[in-house]
């Protein structure tokens, strides 16, 4: 009976944070069933087919992508760093979005409609009020370059995303293991687009940032 009483403690435990941990897409801001357009019923759909998708490698891409072209955030390295700027860190950070970013973009920057995916081509609505960012992304935390061992060595108070956990409820793994995407920066690295991990009442981070607690994952401040 001793013995039983721990396992039971552990069993809800289980239950009760991966109740707490296991959202979905369904009913979440990305959920578009009953207003896309789309007649299949399928909530992948506007975001990824099995077949015919469009030219990006992964991950099944169905969604039309932008065309734009991105202010990017430019940070003065200079006065920033520890050291002087080596191999061009800042150049790099004001490279266009790649890989899932531009995923994100297409429907953000509103300059592609959600419905817009498949062969449809003719819908309207893109992403309205607060969710519409725009093609000016230079008073946006910086996105899409490589943040990794080296970079926290030059750059003040950042740790090492190698080593550092990220502290995501219920995992142990470091922030590269949890947040970053072949060692990218990405819109996935602080959201879920998902709604999987995300954290109930927040605009779908990964982390909940009271207390800017998501800010501190990275920053040592
Ligand atoms: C609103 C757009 C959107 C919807 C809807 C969506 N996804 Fe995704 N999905 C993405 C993006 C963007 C990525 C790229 C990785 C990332 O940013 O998390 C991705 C990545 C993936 C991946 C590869 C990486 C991973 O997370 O495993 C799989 C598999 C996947 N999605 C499956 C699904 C399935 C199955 C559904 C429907 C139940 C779905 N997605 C609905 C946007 C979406
Ligand atoms: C297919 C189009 C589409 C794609 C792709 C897409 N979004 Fe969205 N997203 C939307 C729309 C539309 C809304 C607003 C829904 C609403 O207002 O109900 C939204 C809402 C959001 C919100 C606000 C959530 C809230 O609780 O208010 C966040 C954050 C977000 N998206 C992040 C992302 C990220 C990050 C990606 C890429 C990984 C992404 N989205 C990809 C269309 C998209
Ligand atoms: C460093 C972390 C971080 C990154 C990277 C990031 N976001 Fe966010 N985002 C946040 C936080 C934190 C909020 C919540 C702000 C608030 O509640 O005031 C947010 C809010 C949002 C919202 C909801 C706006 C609203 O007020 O309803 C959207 C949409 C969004 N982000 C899209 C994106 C897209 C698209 C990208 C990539 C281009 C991105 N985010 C990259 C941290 C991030
Ligand atoms: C996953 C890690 C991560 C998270 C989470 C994160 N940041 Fe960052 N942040 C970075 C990295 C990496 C850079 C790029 C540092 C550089 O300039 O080389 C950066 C850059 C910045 C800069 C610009 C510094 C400059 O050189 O101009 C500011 C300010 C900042 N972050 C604030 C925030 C705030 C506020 C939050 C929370 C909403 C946040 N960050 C969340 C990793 C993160």
């Not at 759909?45 to 992964?58: F, G």
């Not at 430019?74 to 970013?101: F, G, V």
Request: aromatic content about 6%; glycine content about 8%; hydrophobic content about 35%.
């Amino acid at each position: 009976m001793r013995k039983k009483i721990p396992a039971l403690l552990a069993i809800l435990h289980f239950v009760f944070s991966s109740v707490a941990l296991a959202g979905t897409i369904s009913g979440s801001p990305h959920d578009f069933l009953g207003y896309s357009g789309d007649e299949s019923g399928e909530i992948c759909k506007p975001c990824h087919a099995p077949h015919q998708t469009k030219p990006l490698p992964a991950p099944l891409w169905n969604q039309e992508l932008t065309t734009d072209t991105y202010t990017m955030y430019d940070s003065t390295p200079t006065s920033l760093l520890k050291t002087a700027p080596p191999a061009s860190i800042d150049a790099k950070m004001r490279l266009q979005p790649e890989s899932s970013s531009k995923m994100c973009l297409s429907c953000h920057d509103g300059t592609v409609a959600h419905e817009n995916f498949g062969d449809l081509a003719d819908g309207a609505i893109p992403p309205h009020g607060d969710a519409l960012t725009s093609a000016d992304l230079g008073m946006d935390h910086p996105i899409s370059f490589v943040y990794d061992t080296s970079l926290s060595v030059i750059e003040r108070d950042l740790y090492d995303p190698a080593t550092k956990l990220s502290g995501i409820v219920g995992s142990m793994g470091t922030i590269n293991d949890d947040m970053l995407f072949e060692g990218r920066m990405e819109c996935s690295t602080c959201h879920d687009v998902h709604n999987k991990r995300a954290v109930a009442g927040t605009k779908l981070l990964l982390k909940d940032n009271a207390g800017s607690s998501l800010c501190l994952t990275c920053h040592d401040k």
